[in-house]
């Protein structure tokens, strides 16, 4: 995150606006010191960290393109910015890239992707000193997959509100967890719930009547 000084929070905020062309709305900052300037307000002066969307993202291209040259691997690299559903006020950075040789990026099961997402998240947050939520896909490798496990868990789903007999489904990373509990929570006498450990942590679907699902809820 970059320093700036200035005479006034405020004037420092409308510099970096007109730099950017953004609004003081679109800012993140930290104020590090600010001096009013005696009894008459002279000499007065004020430290910020800040930084805008359009940091977060030169940061990224920077980070995973000196990632990549290191290994060797050319990959186009496109970052979208939408509303985080999760978090109101909020972005989320989508990062989609496109190597020469996609396989290798996205890794057996998707195990090379989820570290460099993981890795990209710890360097990002670590250098805006803020959780910034972030997504990486390898040529809609991501989208399809959530298709994918969707499309699994409403199938156990109908099971479980059929048989009244839980599920538990294959370990799999938080986010696959996450767009399951989501898609399943509008889904008629059922419930899901995280389980076990690490690597083996993954979702079980439970059966659910209607007047406990909504009491659960509440």
Not at 95 to 110: F, M, S, T, Y
Not at 144 to 163: P, S
Not at 179 to 203: C, M, P, W
Not at 207 to 212: D, G, Q, V
């Amino acid at each position: 995150m970059k320093q700036y000084t200035g005479k006034s929070v405020e004037e420092i905020l409308n510099t970096i606006a007109a730099e950017q062309n953004c609004t003081v709305e679109d800012i993140t900052y930290n104020v590090i010191e600010e001096d009013k300037g005696g009894l008459f307000g002279m000499h007065k002066s004020a430290t910020i960290e800040a930084y805008t969307s359009q940091d977060v993202k030169e940061f990224i291209f920077d980070y995973l393109g000196a990632y990549f040259t290191e290994l060797n691997q050319g990959v186009a690299i496109e970052i979208i910015l939408d509303s985080n559903k999760d978090k109101e006020g909020e972005l989320l950075y989508r990062v989609i890239l496109d190597a020469e040789n996609n396989a290798i990026v996205i890794g057996k099961n998707g195990q090379t992707l989820r570290a460099i997402s993981t890795v990209l998240k710890a360097a990002v947050n670590a250098t805006f000193k803020k959780r910034i939520d972030l997504v990486v896909d390898v040529n809609h490798y991501k989208e399809d997959r959530y298709k994918k496990v969707k499309a699994i868990a409403k199938r156990e789903a109908l099971n479980v509100a059929k048989t009244h007999v839980d599920c538990e489904l294959d370990p799999m990373p938080s986010d696959e967890r996450k767009v399951i509990h989501q898609y399943l929570q509008d889904f008629k006498n059922v419930t899901t719930v995280s389980v076990g450990e690490g690597a083996k942590r993954h979702l079980c679907i439970k059966y659910a009547p209607e007047e406990k699902k909504e009491e659960k809820e509440a």
